[in-house]
């Protein structure tokens, strides 16, 4: 699992994704929107924003995740906002939000059918990174 901050300059992908939804389609946010129901341009955008924010790996790491979700697209859904500051998206292969929180987004990532942790049970990589090794 991934639970990182970083600039929110990062993902400009997100404020062109929600641009390009319609207004029925912003509507539909709050309470899951299929992302079957999307024109295949805008599930290319959502693919390349998650892609972006797990590419922490290797490439091919990031590839496999973005076949794995791309293959179970049928069984996936988007949730948000429809002022564009959170975006969620759940499927078999994913549990991905990301969230604007001023100059930063706060992003989540994982694979629900290899990780099994909870919300509680993550590591926050900012406050690691943070924290010095103990000397012994």
Excluded: C, W
């Amino acid at each position: 699992p991934v639970d990182m901050t970083v600039p929110a300059t990062r993902l400009p992908q997100m404020g062109a994704f929600y641009e390009t939804l319609t207004e029925e389609q912003l509507g539909m946010l709050e309470t899951g929107l299929a992302v079957s129901t999307l024109d295949s341009s805008q599930q290319e955008m959502l693919l390349d924003l998650v892609s972006n924010s797990i590419g922490l790996a290797d490439t091919e790491t990031t590839a496999t995740a973005i076949s794995e979700i791309r293959a179970t697209l049928s069984e996936t859904y988007l949730f948000g906002t429809p002022d564009g500051l959170t975006l969620a998206l759940s499927g078999p292969h994913v549990d991905f939000e990301v969230s604007h929180q001023g100059s930063t987004a706060k992003i989540t990532y994982r694979d629900p059918s290899t990780d099994s942790l909870t919300a509680e049970d993550r590591v926050d990589t900012a406050s690691v990174a943070a924290a010095p090794p103990e000397v012994v």
